[in-house]
C-alpha cells in the first residue's frame, strides 16, 4: 500500500477492547518472518479471541461504521484546514479515515518541532 508516498502495513485491533486481538494487512513484500516467532503470547489463535474478532467485524459491517468513519473524515479534513490556516504553529496535516495526525511546529519553513507546545497539548488532552 502506498499513501502519501510511503509504503505501509497497517495494524487493527480486533477485540473491541474486549480481548486483545488484532490483524496486519500489508504487501507481500513485508512477508518476511513466517517461520520466526515474533510477539507471540498464550492468547494467540484463541477461539474465544477469534469468535470476538469475528463479532466486531460483524458489527462493522452491519452497522455501516466505515461509511460513518467516511463521514467524520470529511468533517475532520474541512476543520483541520482551518486550523492550519488560523494556526501557524501546525506544519502538517495527515488524515485517512478518522486517523488524524496534526505535527506542531514553531516554524513552517524549517520545520522544527514544537516540543513543548506538543507536550502542552497532550496533556491538556487528558484532562
Known sequence: ???????????????????????????????????????????????????????VIEYIENNNILSHVKELETILYTRTKEMKAKFECIGDVRLIGALLGIELVKNRQIKEKATIEAEKVLYLCLE
Open 1 to 55: 500500500m502506498y499513501l502519501w508516498g510511503y509504503k505501509l502495513a497497517f495494524g487493527k485491533g480486533l477485540g473491541g477492547s474486549l480481548y486483545p486481538l488484532s490483524a496486519v494487512i500489508g504487501k507481500e513484500e513485508f512477508n518476511i518472518c513466517q517461520d520466526i516467532s515474533l510477539g507471540h503470547y498464550t492468547h494467540e489463535k484463541s477461539p474465544l479471541g477469534c469468535a470476538i474478532g469475528n463479532a
